[in-house]
T-cell receptor, first 114, second 117 residues
């Protein structure tokens, strides 16, 4: 079955520290990959996406993600976290370009310590 | 660009009444819109896929007679929760699919908080 896994439910980092949020998906072909961020009570904002080409993609707010086909992973990184980055982060995958349906991971809650 | 709005942002209603939620793509045309439901501290659950001019496709376990979806134009889809009950209280989020220049991306609305008393 098609699935997306975010192994870390909750992560706490200190402000200024680096961040990596993990995402793995189950499927054979290369899907479309996305990271979204959600602040409390808000909708989702697109951070970045990968369709093809360079496997290291840059997004907004200083985030980047790297697609690793061999590991079926699309981990999100940021070199230096700001307090305003505290939010819920969702990895999502489109397995079928025909339907365009997004399959979401469970989400990772990021807490930033002063 | 790629802005999606939802109205209302918050609604409180009595049990047994119906509630309509609108989802609009403001600066692009969306042949496909999606409706999600999100419970507190959980991920988004896809309810249905809405295609302009055709019937919506519902995910398994979602009651199509309870959650009526209409996609009347390329910029508007509506979700009507009929005969709402307290267990329907949730955060409902829509998204609009934008396909242009090889980019296939869903853009999300800000969500609607439904509380059924």
């Amino acid at each position: 079955a098609q699935s997306v896994t975010q192994p870390d439910i909750h992560i706490t980092v200190s402000e200024g520290a680096s961040l990596e949020l993990r995402c793995n998906y189950s499927y054979g072909a290369t899907p479309y990959l996305f990271w979204y961020v959600q602040s409390p009570g808000q909708g989702l904002q697109l951070l970045l996406k990968y369709f093809s080409g360079d496997t290291l993609v840059q997004g907004i707010k200083g985030f980047e993600a790297e697609f690793k086909r061999s590991q079926s992973s699309f981990n999100l990184r940021k070199p230096s976290v700001h307090w305003s980055d505290a939010a819920e982060y969702f990895c999502a995958v489109v397995f079928s370009s025909n339907t365009g349906k997004l399959i979401f991971g469970q989400g990772t809650t990021l807490q930033v310590k002063p | 660009g790629a802005v999606v709005s939802q109205h209302p942002s918050r609604v409180i209603c009595k049990s047994g009444t119906s509630v309509k939620i609108e989802c609009r793509s403001l600066d692009f045309q969306a042949t496909t819109m999606f409706w999600y439901r999100q419970f507190p501290k959980q991920s988004l659950m896809l309810m249905a896929t809405s295609n302009e001019g055709s019937k919506a496709t519902y995910e398994q376990g979602v009651e199509k007679d309870k959650f009526l979806i209409n996609h009347a134009s390329l910029t508007l889809s509506t979700l009507t929760v009929t005969s709402a009950h307290p267990e329907d209280s949730s955060f409902y989020i829509c998204s609009a699919r934008g396909v242009a220049g090889g980019s296939d991306t869903q853009y999300f609305g800000p969500g609607t908080r439904l509380t059924v008393l």
